[in-house]
Protein backbone atom coordinates (compact mmCIF):
# COMPACT_ATOMS: atom_id res chain seq x y z
CA UNK A 1 0.00 0.00 0.00
CA UNK A 2 1.42 3.19 -1.07
CA UNK A 3 1.62 5.89 1.75
CA UNK A 4 2.06 9.59 1.63
CA UNK A 5 3.36 11.05 4.97
CA UNK A 6 1.71 14.79 5.88
CA UNK A 7 4.03 16.69 8.47
CA UNK A 8 4.98 20.13 9.18
CA UNK A 9 8.34 18.43 11.63
CA UNK A 10 11.13 17.11 9.07
CA UNK A 11 12.08 14.61 12.09
CA UNK A 12 8.92 13.41 13.04
CA UNK A 13 7.96 12.55 9.51
CA UNK A 14 11.39 10.73 8.62
CA UNK A 15 10.50 8.77 11.76
CA UNK A 16 6.37 7.91 10.61
CA UNK A 17 8.26 7.34 7.21
CA UNK A 18 10.30 4.45 9.28
CA UNK A 19 7.26 3.15 10.82
CA UNK A 20 5.78 2.47 7.46
CA UNK A 21 8.78 1.04 5.96
CA UNK A 22 8.44 -1.24 8.32
CA UNK A 23 5.34 -2.46 8.58
CA UNK A 24 5.01 -5.41 5.84
CA UNK A 25 2.80 -4.21 2.40
CA UNK A 26 3.17 -0.70 2.91
CA UNK A 27 5.73 1.66 1.51
CA UNK A 28 6.26 5.64 1.33
CA UNK A 29 5.94 7.34 -1.61
CA UNK A 30 6.06 10.80 -0.87
CA UNK A 31 6.69 13.28 2.22
CA UNK A 32 5.51 16.75 2.82
CA UNK A 33 5.53 19.22 4.58
CA UNK A 34 2.74 21.67 3.99
CA UNK A 35 -0.79 21.52 3.27
CA UNK A 36 0.13 22.82 -0.47
CA UNK A 37 2.76 20.21 -0.75
CA UNK A 38 0.44 17.04 0.01
CA UNK A 39 -2.49 18.52 -2.43
CA UNK A 40 0.75 18.66 -5.08
CA UNK A 41 1.86 15.60 -4.30
CA UNK A 42 -1.28 13.63 -3.42
CA UNK A 43 -2.60 14.71 -7.37
CA UNK A 44 0.61 13.62 -8.69
CA UNK A 45 2.03 10.50 -6.33
CA UNK A 46 -2.36 9.10 -5.81
CA UNK A 47 -1.39 7.32 -2.64
CA UNK A 48 -3.78 4.62 -1.25
CA UNK A 49 -3.37 6.15 2.47
CA UNK A 50 -2.08 9.80 3.76
CA UNK A 51 -1.01 9.85 7.12
CA UNK A 52 -1.92 13.60 8.15
CA UNK A 53 -0.98 16.33 10.52
CA UNK A 54 -3.40 18.85 11.82
CA UNK A 55 -0.72 21.76 12.13
CA UNK A 56 0.21 22.47 9.44
CA UNK A 57 1.78 25.95 8.19
CA UNK A 58 -0.59 27.13 5.48
CA UNK A 59 -3.62 25.02 6.40
CA UNK A 60 -4.47 22.62 8.81
CA UNK A 61 -5.10 19.03 7.78
CA UNK A 62 -8.72 19.05 8.02
CA UNK A 63 -8.35 21.63 4.81
CA UNK A 64 -6.14 19.25 3.58
CA UNK A 65 -8.70 16.12 3.68
CA UNK A 66 -11.86 18.37 2.72
CA UNK A 67 -9.72 19.08 -0.48
CA UNK A 68 -8.63 16.08 -1.40
CA UNK A 69 -12.35 14.43 -0.77
CA UNK A 70 -13.50 17.47 -3.29
CA UNK A 71 -11.23 16.32 -5.97
CA UNK A 72 -12.22 12.75 -5.52
CA UNK A 73 -15.65 13.90 -5.92
CA UNK A 74 -14.87 16.22 -9.19
CA UNK A 75 -13.07 13.17 -11.05
CA UNK A 76 -15.20 9.78 -11.02
CA UNK A 77 -12.01 8.37 -12.32
CA UNK A 78 -9.85 9.72 -9.30
CA UNK A 79 -9.75 6.52 -6.41
CA UNK A 80 -10.16 7.37 -2.70
CA UNK A 81 -7.06 8.08 -1.00
CA UNK A 82 -7.57 7.01 3.28
CA UNK A 83 -6.77 9.29 5.65
CA UNK A 84 -5.24 8.28 9.07
CA UNK A 85 -4.64 11.84 11.59
CA UNK A 86 -1.45 12.02 13.38
CA UNK A 87 -1.19 14.56 15.64
CA UNK A 88 -0.85 16.62 18.99
CA UNK A 89 -4.15 18.52 18.50
CA UNK A 90 -6.58 17.15 21.79
CA UNK A 91 -9.74 18.73 21.25
CA UNK A 92 -12.68 17.30 20.73
CA UNK A 93 -14.02 19.49 18.19
CA UNK A 94 -11.47 18.65 16.31
CA UNK A 95 -11.50 14.52 16.74
CA UNK A 96 -15.15 14.73 15.92
CA UNK A 97 -14.26 17.19 12.46
CA UNK A 98 -11.81 14.22 11.44
CA UNK A 99 -13.74 11.64 11.80
CA UNK A 100 -16.97 13.46 9.95
CA UNK A 101 -14.30 14.39 7.24
CA UNK A 102 -14.11 11.01 6.68
CA UNK A 103 -10.92 9.98 8.77
CA UNK A 104 -10.51 6.14 8.72
CA UNK A 105 -8.88 6.63 12.66
CA UNK A 106 -6.86 9.60 14.64
CA UNK A 107 -3.38 9.04 16.60
CA UNK A 108 -2.76 11.48 19.38
CA UNK A 109 1.08 12.19 19.21
CA UNK A 110 3.25 10.52 20.98
CA UNK A 111 3.02 6.93 20.16
CA UNK A 112 5.29 4.03 19.79
CA UNK A 113 5.75 2.23 16.63
CA UNK A 114 3.59 -0.68 17.47
CA UNK A 115 0.62 1.63 18.01
CA UNK A 116 0.86 2.99 14.38
CA UNK A 117 1.99 -0.59 12.61
CA UNK A 118 -1.27 -1.55 14.09
CA UNK A 119 -3.45 1.02 12.44
CA UNK A 120 -1.93 0.73 9.53
CA UNK A 121 -2.67 -3.42 9.62
CA UNK A 122 -5.74 -2.09 10.45
CA UNK A 123 -6.38 -0.08 6.95
CA UNK A 124 -5.15 -2.93 5.37
CA UNK A 125 -7.60 -5.34 7.06
CA UNK A 126 -10.28 -3.12 6.07
CA UNK A 127 -9.51 -2.87 2.43
CA UNK A 128 -9.26 -6.62 2.02
CA UNK A 129 -12.21 -6.71 3.08
CA UNK A 130 -13.84 -4.22 1.13
CA UNK A 131 -12.34 -6.21 -1.58
CA UNK A 132 -13.88 -9.39 -1.11
CA UNK A 133 -17.27 -7.98 -0.16
CA UNK A 134 -19.76 -8.11 -2.80
CA UNK A 135 -22.49 -8.10 -0.44
CA UNK A 136 -22.19 -6.96 3.14
CA UNK A 137 -23.91 -8.27 5.96
CA UNK A 138 -24.61 -7.08 9.29
CA UNK A 139 -21.76 -8.62 11.02
CA UNK A 140 -19.50 -7.20 8.23
CA UNK A 141 -21.12 -3.63 8.77
CA UNK A 142 -20.57 -3.70 12.37
CA UNK A 143 -17.09 -4.86 12.52
CA UNK A 144 -15.71 -2.16 9.67
CA UNK A 145 -17.96 0.67 11.75
CA UNK A 146 -15.73 -0.47 14.79
CA UNK A 147 -14.54 2.26 16.89
CA UNK A 148 -11.65 -0.03 17.51
CA UNK A 149 -9.13 -1.99 15.50
CA UNK A 150 -10.40 -5.84 15.51
CA UNK A 151 -7.00 -7.02 17.55
CA UNK A 152 -7.49 -4.21 20.08
CA UNK A 153 -10.77 -5.27 21.47
CA UNK A 154 -11.33 -6.61 24.84
CA UNK A 155 -11.10 -10.22 24.75
CA UNK A 156 -14.17 -12.66 25.61
CA UNK A 157 -13.83 -14.11 29.03
CA UNK A 158 -11.09 -16.98 29.43
CA UNK A 159 -8.95 -15.31 26.88
CA UNK A 160 -6.15 -13.32 27.87
CA UNK A 161 -4.40 -10.95 26.40
CA UNK A 162 -0.74 -12.29 26.52
CA UNK A 163 -1.95 -15.32 24.62
CA UNK A 164 -3.64 -13.67 22.05
CA UNK A 165 -0.33 -12.03 21.12
CA UNK A 166 1.47 -15.33 20.99
CA UNK A 167 -0.96 -16.72 18.38
CA UNK A 168 -0.76 -13.50 16.67
CA UNK A 169 2.85 -13.32 17.10
CA UNK A 170 3.01 -16.98 15.64
CA UNK A 171 0.56 -16.28 12.54
CA UNK A 172 2.71 -13.42 11.40
CA UNK A 173 6.28 -15.20 11.78
CA UNK A 174 5.05 -18.09 9.60
CA UNK A 175 3.98 -16.65 6.46
CA UNK A 176 1.30 -18.58 4.90
CA UNK A 177 -1.81 -20.58 6.46
CA UNK A 178 -1.41 -22.67 9.38
CA UNK A 179 -3.73 -25.26 11.59
CA UNK A 180 -4.47 -24.95 14.60
CA UNK A 181 -2.32 -27.76 15.43
CA UNK A 182 0.49 -26.17 13.93
CA UNK A 183 -0.09 -23.02 15.64
CA UNK A 184 -0.03 -25.22 19.20
CA UNK A 185 2.95 -26.30 18.35
CA UNK A 186 5.06 -23.46 16.98
CA UNK A 187 3.57 -21.43 20.41
CA UNK A 188 3.51 -24.03 22.94
CA UNK A 189 0.02 -24.30 23.38
CA UNK A 190 -2.73 -27.20 23.72
CA UNK A 191 -3.82 -27.40 20.48
CA UNK A 192 -7.56 -26.54 22.39
CA UNK A 193 -6.25 -23.38 23.23
CA UNK A 194 -4.87 -22.41 19.83
CA UNK A 195 -7.46 -23.08 18.08
CA UNK A 196 -9.80 -21.19 20.66
CA UNK A 197 -8.10 -17.86 19.41
CA UNK A 198 -8.23 -18.49 15.88
CA UNK A 199 -11.62 -18.90 15.63
CA UNK A 200 -11.85 -15.65 17.86
CA UNK A 201 -9.43 -13.87 15.40
CA UNK A 202 -11.50 -15.15 12.59
CA UNK A 203 -15.19 -13.93 14.46
CA UNK A 204 -13.65 -10.34 14.91
CA UNK A 205 -12.06 -10.20 11.07
CA UNK A 206 -8.07 -10.11 11.95
CA UNK A 207 -7.85 -13.87 10.78
CA UNK A 208 -9.57 -15.08 7.32
CA UNK A 209 -10.08 -19.36 7.30
CA UNK A 210 -9.65 -21.76 4.60
CA UNK A 211 -10.89 -25.59 4.27
CA UNK A 212 -8.05 -27.94 2.79
CA UNK A 213 -10.00 -31.01 2.10
CA UNK A 214 -8.14 -34.67 2.82
CA UNK A 215 -9.27 -38.52 1.01
CA UNK A 216 -11.73 -38.61 4.25
CA UNK A 217 -12.82 -36.85 7.15
CA UNK A 218 -13.45 -33.84 7.98
CA UNK A 219 -11.67 -30.61 5.99
CA UNK A 220 -8.65 -29.00 7.90
CA UNK A 221 -9.14 -25.54 9.10
CA UNK A 222 -6.09 -23.28 8.07
CA UNK A 223 -5.79 -19.50 9.55
CA UNK A 224 -3.77 -16.95 8.14
CA UNK A 225 -3.33 -12.83 9.03
CA UNK A 226 -5.85 -10.84 7.01
Given at each position: ???????????????????????????????????????????????DLV????????????????????????????????????????????????????????????????????????????????DRL???????????????????????????????????????????????????????????????????????????VTL???????????????
Open positions: MNVLVVDDDFMVAKLHSRYVAATEGFRVVGVAHSGSEALRAAERLRPLLDIYLPDMDGLTVLRELRAAEERDATRASVDALFITAARDAGVVRAALRAGALHYLIKPFNQAALQEQLRHVAALRSRFGEARQEDVDQIFGTRPPGSRELPKGLAPHTAELVERVLREHPGDLSATECAELGSLSRVSARRYLEYFVETGRVERYGGTGRPERRYRLV
